[in-house]
C-alpha cells in the first residue's frame, strides 16, 4: 500500500511478541482442520471437483506465465474494501502490469496484510453463484461451483506465496514474523470456513467447538503446569 509504513520501535516489538503467542493456535488450528477433513463422510465427491479446480490452477501455475495483473488488481481491491471496512477513505487505486499501490487515510495490519489471507476472488465466484441462485435454479451445477473454488482458492494461496518470497512492504507494517503467523493462522481460519462450504457434515458451530478445545489444549499445555 502507498500509505504502508514501519511501525515504532515500541508497536514493532508488541507484534513481534504477539506473533510469538499466535503459534500454537496456527498448530492448534491446523490439526482441527487436518481432523476435520479426515472425519468427513461426504467429501470425497465434492473433494474430487475441488481437487480437480485447485490441481488445474496448480498447473496453470507452473506451466504458463502467471497473471500478475489479474492479481495485482485482486490484490489493491482487497486493500481498499479492507480500507473501507475499517473506516478510512480510499484516494486513488493505480494498478500497473505488475505492481499497484492504493492510497487511504488508513492503514493497520489487517489492512495491509488483507489480500493474503482474504481470498477475493473465490468470495467473488461464491457470491456471483448465490446471487443467480436467487433468480435462476443452478443447483445442478454446484459441481462446477466446486471446481471454480478450487481454482481460485489455488490462485490465492500459490500467487500470494509466489509474490511473498519475493518481499512485499505490506509485511513491514507490523513486522515479518507477525505477518507471517497472521497470514497462516487467518488463511486456516478461512479454511475452516471452506471446510463447512464444501461438506455439510462439517458445520461452523462443530469446527468451532473442536477449534476451541484443540486452542484450550495447545495453550494450556504450553503455559499451565
Known amino acids: 500500500m502507498a500509505t504502508a509504513a514501519r511501525s515504532s520501535r515500541l508497536a514493532r516489538f508488541a507484534y513481534f511478541f504477539l506473533g510469538l503467542l499466535l503459534l500454537p493456535a496456527c498448530a492448534a488450528l491446523t490439526v482441527t482442520c487436518v481432523r476435520a477433513i479426515a472425519l468427513a463422510d461426504d467429501l470425497s465427491t465434492n473433494l474430487l471437483y475441488f481437487g480437480s479446480g485447485f490441481a488445474s490452477h496448480l498447473v496453470f501455475f507452473l506451466v504458463f506465465n502467471k497473471p500478475i495483473r489479474t492479481y495485482v488488481i485482486g490484490h489493491e481491491l482487497t486493500h481498499a474494501l479492507w480500507v473501507i471496512l475499517m473506516r478510512g477513505r480510499v484516494k486513488r487505486i493505480t494498478v500497473r502490469k505488475r505492481s499497484g499501490s492504493v492510497r487511504a487515510t488508513k492503514v493497520n495490519p489487517l489492512i495491509a496484510l488483507a489480500p493474503y489471507f482474504f481470498p477475493m476472488y473465490m468470495l ?102
Not at 136 to 152: D, K, M, Q, S
Open 124 to 225: 467473488a465466484v461464491i457470491g456471483l453463484y448465490y446471487l443467480i441462485k436467487e433468480f435462476w435454479p443452478i443447483e445442478r451445477y454446484f459441481n462446477i461451483l466446486l471446481f471454480a473454488v478450487g481454482f481460485t482458492w489455488s490462485f490465492h494461496l500459490l500467487l500470494n506465496t509466489w509474490m511473498l518470497a519475493r518481499s512485499q512492504d505490506d509485511v513491514r507494517v507490523a513486522g515479518p514474523l507477525f505477518s507471517y503467523i497472521a497470514i497462516y493462522l487467518l488463511n486456516i481460519i478461512v479454511l475452516g470456513l471452506l471446510l463447512c462450504f464444501v461438506s455439510t457434515s462439517i458445520t461452523l458451530p462443530k469446527i468451532a467447538t473442536a477449534a476451541w478445545h484443540d486452542l484450550q489444549y495447545a495453550y494450556t499445555f504450553l503455559f499451565v503446569e
